[in-house]
């Protein structure tokens, strides 16, 4: 069993920045790929990043390339979403999310179904 818990959400305007943290307790963090998903206000939940156990591998959604950066402390069992050039479709609630293939070998990092374990989300706003 994996407990997430999100923070570093809120209100920021359009062109700033905000840095998501996602601490880990329970079974080894190590062993889990990580992922942040968002979801918008009647839209269904989507992909924004993933990292492998080792953090050296990651993986981006189109819309956020280039913006977004994912990284991990294993030794802190956290993992960090710093959101760069935010605007104002980036406003959901971001979640992260872990899963059993901590190199995605076999699972798809873009897929929520591929996750077992989710926090509660945090409000992330961007105003124009």
């Known amino acids: 069993q994996v407990q997430l818990v999100e923070s570093g959400g809120g209100l920021v305007q359009a062109g700033g920045s905000l840095r998501l943290s996602c601490a880990a307790s329970?079974?080894?963090?190590?062993?889990?790929?990580l992922g942040w998903f968002r979801q918008a206000p009647g839209k269904e939940r989507e992909f924004v990043a993933a990292?492998?156990?080792?953090?050296?591998?990651?993986y981006y959604a189109d819309s956020v390339k280039g913006r977004f950066t994912i990284s991990r402390d294993n030794a802190k069992n956290t993992v960090y979403l710093q959101m760069n050039s935010l605007k104002p479709e980036d406003t959901a609630v971001y979640y992260c999310?872990?899963?059993?293939?901590?190199?995605?070998?076999?699972?798809?990092?873009?897929?929520?179904?591929?996750?077992?374990?989710w926090g509660q989300g945090t409000q992330v706003t961007v105003s124009s």
């Open positions: 999310a872990a899963g059993g293939d901590p190199d995605y070998d076999y699972s798809d990092y873009d897929d929520p179904r591929e996750y077992d374990y």
């Open positions: 329970g079974r080894t963090f190590s062993s889990y790929g």
């Open positions: 990292i492998s156990w080792s953090g050296g591998s990651t």
